[in-house]
Each structure stands twice: as C-alpha cells, then as structure tokens.
C-alpha cells in the first residue's frame, strides 16, 4: 500500500503532495484502476504514474480540483485530508482521534502523518 523512495528511504516528515495522498488512498480501498480507463481527468493529470487514482477518486466524488487542474504536486493540507478521507471510506463525519486535530487545518501534513491517519481509519 505504501512505498518508500529509490534510495531506500521513506522520509515521513516531508510533506505529502496530492498524487501521493490520493494514491495511497486509492491503494488502501484496494482499488487498482487501469490507466487505459482512467486519465486524463484534469489538465495536469493526463497518463502520469498517479492518473489512475487520480481519476478514480475524481469519478467517486472524493476529489476536486482546482477548476480544470488537480495540481498533483500540491502539498496536501489537513483540511483535504479529512475531506478525502471522510469520502472514500464513507463516514458521515470526521473520527477525531484519526488526526491531532491541534493544529490548524490549513497546515499541511507529511507523508507519517497521512499514513498514521490511514492505519487508524483502517481500524475502525
């Protein structure tokens, strides 16, 4: 579900960008879209790595973007977080231990931050 970098590292206090995070999301439902089904869903997302999840999460109604672009390299802040989260594991609301909601939601999260909030939705 989760994959470091080619030089062996997983970086968890980087922050995470949107390709990731919507990724990473796709992977936990245990989703595989084919990228011949699923591209070109905004200007900025055509057959790239991450298209597939991207678009998927766009048909679903997980995502926006912004206008007509995704902007994948975008960090992602806690609000989207909980806004994606909340979506693709069909919860009414936000759990909130999932997160230390302490911090201000226009912050962003890193890349152990978003997967420690995945492993505590996954055991709800």
Known sequence: MVSGFNDNT???DQKINRAEF????????????LAL???????DV????????ICLAKERGWIKGYGELFN??????????RGIVT???DMKEYPADVLDD???????ISR?????MLYRVLQL
């Open 72 to 81: 994948p390299t975008g960090e992602v802040t806690r609000e989207e977080a």
């Open 87 to 89: 979506k693709a594991f």
């Open 112 to 116: 152990g931050q978003a997967f420690q």
């Open 46 to 53: 055509k057959n790239q790595w991450f298209a597939p999840s």
């Open 10 to 12: 997983f970086r968890p």
């Open 37 to 43: 089904n699923y591209n070109n869903c905004f200007k």
């Open 102 to 108: 302490s911090e201000k939601l226009e912050n962003k």
């Open 22 to 33: 919507v990724k990473t999301i796709v992977n936990a439902r245990k989703l595989f879209p």
